[in-house]
């Protein structure tokens, strides 16, 4: 194909408009022997002279004439291709249905205020909550998915992310448990059985790091996928299950019947982040329900 300049198509709208190579130049922001230039590139490019001159002036040929009402709308279209969208979004005339890929604690915890919120502000959105078996970015990256809740861990390099809240690990036992009684040492808390949760089946983690260098060992009696999982079975046990304190915040379902308790050994912070791909970036609608998700979450945490 012939490599062809757009920029010739706003010279030529702005010279039919103005009719003169020097009021053409002081809009375009070109000198005048520049504009004579971009004229002389329009006629051979045409194969006409598009504007012959008039006296002092310069007319438009027949050829002009019929091309000027579409070389308008073809630069207008341009501009507007080329420019960033200034419409303000319509929330309550916003029809979307965008996917959050999380784990079911998650769901559990905060999508019941996130409904609430996106409900009230745009009523025609709908929001479907994906489940989580892995971290593979591959959803984010095909459009799958809009948005995927979770700590970073290991993460393509082209994802955004943002930061919503801060958490971490406790300790969590059905009412009255007699581990309660008295100070929480590590020497107590790794004579209990324990629930952990874990989607790989892994059995250790940085509690147990901790206490291996106590010289403690605990005993896990039981590896659940899930944290709701966990409290469910701690619910109806002496195990002692271990959870990110968001589980047990007040109100929640999840919660009840159950104490928590810090935990005797210190244990990396969690940092709860959303993450999508840099194509949704600019889109007003995504960028509404990043920030919608983050304040309702760190407001519900």
Not at 47 to 65: F, N
Not at 88 to 100: G, M, Y
Not at 174 to 181: A, C, E, F, Q, Y
Not at 211 to 237: E, K, M, Q, Y
Request: glycine share 6%; aromatic share 4%; hydrophobic share 45%.
């Amino acid at each position: 194909m012939t490599p062809i300049d757009l920029n010739l198509l706003t010279a030529l709208d702005v010279l039919l408009a103005e009719r003169s190579v020097t009021l053409a130049a002081r809009r375009l922001g070109l000198s005048v022997s520049a504009t004579s230039r971009a004229l002389a590139r329009l006629r051979s490019a045409t194969g006409d002279p598009l504007l012959v001159q008039a006296g002092r002036s310069l007319v438009p040929t027949p050829y002009a004439e019929q091309l000027a009402g579409r070389v308008h709308a073809l630069a207008q279209e341009a501009r507007a291709v080329l420019t960033p969208g200034t419409a303000p979004l319509d929330l309550a005339a916003l029809d979307r249905l965008f996917t959050i890929r999380a784990n079911e604690g998650f769901v559990t915890l905060f999508a019941a205020a996130l409904v609430t919120a996106i409900a009230e502000a745009a009523p025609h959105v709908r929001l479907r909550f994906a489940p989580k078996p892995d971290k593979d970015v591959t959803p984010l990256r095909e459009g799958t998915i809009d948005l995927e809740i979770g700590t970073m861990g290991a993460s393509a390099p082209e994802m955004r992310s943002q930061l919503m809240f801060r958490d971490r690990f406790i300790g969590v036992v059905r009412r009255h448990h007699p581990v309660l009684d008295g100070s929480m040492t590590p020497q107590r808390y790794a004579a209990w059985g324990h629930v952990v949760t874990s989607r790989r089946g892994a059995s250790t983690g940085p509690v147990d790091d901790a206490l291996r260098d106590l010289g403690l060992r605990r005993t896990i009696v039981a590896i659940v996928p899930g944290f709701l999982d966990a409290l469910n079975i701690a619910r109806h046990s002496d195990l002692i299950a271990l959870v990110p304190r968001s589980c047990l915040r007040d109100g929640a379902v999840a919660a009840q019947g159950l104490d928590g308790f810090d935990l005797p050994v210190k244990t990396p912070e969690l940092a709860i982040s959303v993450m999508w791909h840099p194509r949704q970036d600019a889109d007003p609608a995504h960028r509404w329900l990043r920030q919608t998700l983050v304040a309702t979450c760190k407001a519900a945490a």
